[in-house]
């Protein structure tokens, strides 16, 4: 069975920092576009940002620049988002994503992780 499982989520003070994983299993994710997406209560679900499979990373949210990076670990199929100097604002589910190509759908979806930041 492939799938993406997150983990790292909690709750964090204003200021405060995590560390998501997004765990592939069933197949090997290195060739995939991986991306990390959030959904607030009542909102729609929107891009954090997103990684290449060569390492590159393509986009940050602007919201996110500078506080937010995603790396990946090819050798244990994961991809990370570290996450820092969090605001309340940053409080949502958190997705991880992947796609096999530059552009499209994102194919495969992990159940999601709460990320709470309290003031």
């Known amino acids: 069975q492939v799938q993406l499982v997150e983990s790292g989520g909690g709750l964090v003070q204003a200021g405060g920092s995590l560390r998501l994983s997004c765990a592939g299993s069933?197949?090997?994710?290195?060739?995939?576009?991986m991306a990390w997406f959030r959904q607030a209560p009542g909102k729609e679900r929107t891009c954090v940002g997103s990684?290449?499979?060569?390492?590159?990373?393509?986009y940050y949210a602007d919201s996110v620049k500078g506080r937010f990076t995603i790396s990946r670990d090819s050798a244990k199929n994961t991809v990370y988002l570290q996450m820092n100097s969090l605001k309340v604002e940053d409080t949502a589910v958190y997705y991880c994503?992947?796609?096999?190509?530059?552009?499209?759908?994102?194919?495969?979806w992990g159940q999601g992780t709460q990320v709470t930041v309290s003031s």
């Open positions: 994503a992947a796609r096999q190509g530059l552009y499209g759908d994102y194919d495969y």
């Open positions: 069933g197949r090997s994710f290195s060739r995939d576009n």
């Open positions: 990684i290449g499979s060569g390492g590159a990373t393509s």
